[in-house]
């Protein structure tokens, strides 16, 4: 069984919109689904230093200040043969669509927070969206 950590950023614009990632179909991971901006985390890393750099790299955004909002081995999820730990970063960000660099997946959105549980959502982003959005009103 593969073991790694990845770290998301959970990242808000000044309207309570979600920046989500609509995942492409050839990724072995949550494949054609909506999930939060991030990736693994390099050798040397720390989980802050590489959500920072999967916002950057996928987003071309960048966050002053990151506070951690969950930390768990990710969801059981059927036919997911990794044992991989989950880092979630939270972020607010003056930026807009109009600033969003697609670099990576199909697309790179912000979600109004009221249609974002609605989306086809990966198994991480799923628990720590639906988390987020029941603490913040």
């Known amino acids: 069984m593969a073991t790694y950590e990845v770290a998301l950023v959970l990242l808000v614009d000044p309207s309570g919109a979600v920046l989500l990632q609509h995942r492409d179909g050839n990724t072995s991971v949550s494949p054609n689904q909506w999930s939060l901006p991030g990736g693994r985390i390099e050798a040397g890393e720390t989980p802050e230093e590489a959500a920072r750099r999967e916002l950057r790299e996928e987003t071309g955004l960048t966050a002053s200040e990151l506070r951690p909002l969950w930390s768990d081995p990710r969801p059981y999820e059927e036919g997911f043969p990794h044992d991989v730990t989950v880092h979630v970063y939270g972020g607010t960000t003056l930026a807009g669509q109009e600033d969003v660099v ?10 109004p927070r009221d249609e974002v549980l609605a989306r086809s959502l990966a198994v991480s982003s ?3 969206l639906r988390q987020y ?3 913040v009103p």
């Open 133 to 135: 959005l029941n603490a």
């Open 126 to 128: 799923a628990l720590v």
């Open 102 to 111: 697609l670099g990576e997946g199909q697309a790179m959105v912000f979600v």
